[in-house]
Nanobody
Framework: EVQLVESGGDSVQSGGSLTLSCVASGFTDSNVCMGWFRQVPGKAREAVASVDERGESNSVERVEGRFTSSRDNAKNTLYLHMTILKPEDTAMYYC?????????????????????WGRGTQVTVSS
């Protein structure tokens, strides 16, 4: 059974940092296209960052320069390193994966490209 389990969410002050982790299990191959998304109540899920099978990552413009994603295939773990956090970064953060996706360079920001999702980890940033 495929599982994605996020952790690392917390309540922090504006300007703080957090690193989220997503442990993947059940995949036959660790070289899986993966991404990070976030969602606040009443709004659509939005992309944050993605990582391709080789570890090349891309972050969306609104977090570029503050958030980076990386992976450790030996540990089957995806990370989201978040710095200079802002109140507008407050959201539930999800990791996603699709072992069958021909991963674009840097990964995909399209939620529909992913067929496995974790349950999320909450990040709250106070001003």
């Amino acid at each position: 059974e495929v599982q994605l389990v996020e952790s690392g969410g917390d309540s922090v002050q504006s300007g703080g940092s957090l690193t989220l982790s997503c442990v993947a299990s059940g995949f036959t191959d660790s070289n899986v296209c993966m991404g990070w998304f976030r969602q606040v109540p009443g709004k659509a899920r939005e992309a944050v960052a993605s990582v391709d099978e080789r570890g090349e990552s891309n972050s969306v413009e609104r977090v570029e320069g503050r958030f980076t994603s990386s992976r450790d295939n030996a540990k089957n773990t995806l990370y989201l390193h978040m710095t200079i956090l802002k109140p507008e970064d407050t959201a539930m953060y999800y990791c996603a994966a699709n072992p069958m996706l021909i991963c674009p360079r840097g990964g995909s920001w399209v939620p529909d490209d992913y067929n496995y999702w974790g349950r999320g980890t909450q990040v709250t940033v106070s001003s």
